[in-house]
């Protein structure tokens, strides 16, 4: 039901950043045109705090983007653990480029830091359970791939990408379909290449959807000790018809709540906000005329 495979780079980063770049220049820099066109400098990106690093592919792919011949030489890698006021990496080229890419460079690798400091924070959080930090679709507008790559440097694990490569029924699907079951058997006859995921927020739910032949059960909302019941109960139905079926529980996860949420023995946890509430690291870049 999920990708565990290594994390690849999408291959959109320049369509993103390219949309990006537009996004902020407009019609043209009116600032950077202050400074010389053929005025060049250094730059140095430090950190400000503590974080995990993601985004340098995007970060890069902004300043190639402008044509400016931009060296730049990294002196860490994504998904490496940074301290604060540690040089992150170095830029020599021209000023203009320097400024007008900045912006735009330090959004990609601030947002997508946070997110793989945030994952990162939830990980450790479940070390010496088998239970897996999982992303959701709960992701910012074009930024999904990107959000979901900074998921994986730190061991999260994404969820369906989107409404195309899995499904994934929830009350609304089952009141427009009649019932869970008949949403199920809908899901298996228009898309039978498709792992079939159903979201319950009952006892009687987790039975309807077992019963309905399911690949993953999402327990959402579930109190902890009812949580430990349905676990149970889709448990032995794995047993009994030995059905490989996901256990996921999402719904109020937090980072005081997770570990007792992961010792119910759920197989994996969902949690939105590592992709919608992002907090981005703090990072600047200062730049030396030559």
Known sequence: MYMKAKPELPDDITTTVQQALAEDIGDGDRNAALVDADACGRAMLITRESAIVAGTAWFDTVFAALNGG?????HCADGQR???DIPLCTLSGRIRNLLTGERTALNFLQMMSGVATATHDYVERLKGTRTAVVDTRQTMPGLRSAQKYAVQRRAGINHRFGLHDA???????AAAAGSIAAAVSRARELAPQLPVQVEVTTLEEVDTALEAGIDAILL????????TRAVNMARAYRRRFRKA??????????????????DTGVDCISIGGLTKHVRAIDYSMYIEPA
């Open 70 to 74: 931009m060296d730049i030489e990294w």
């Open 245 to 262: 079926i996901t256990i996921e529980a999402s719904g109020g996860i937090n980072l005081r709540n997770v570990r007792e949420i992961a």
């Open 82 to 84: 940074i301290h604060n």
């Open 220 to 227: 959402d909302n579930f109190a902890t000790h009812v949580l």
């Open 167 to 173: 499904i994934l029924l929830n009350e609304n699907h």
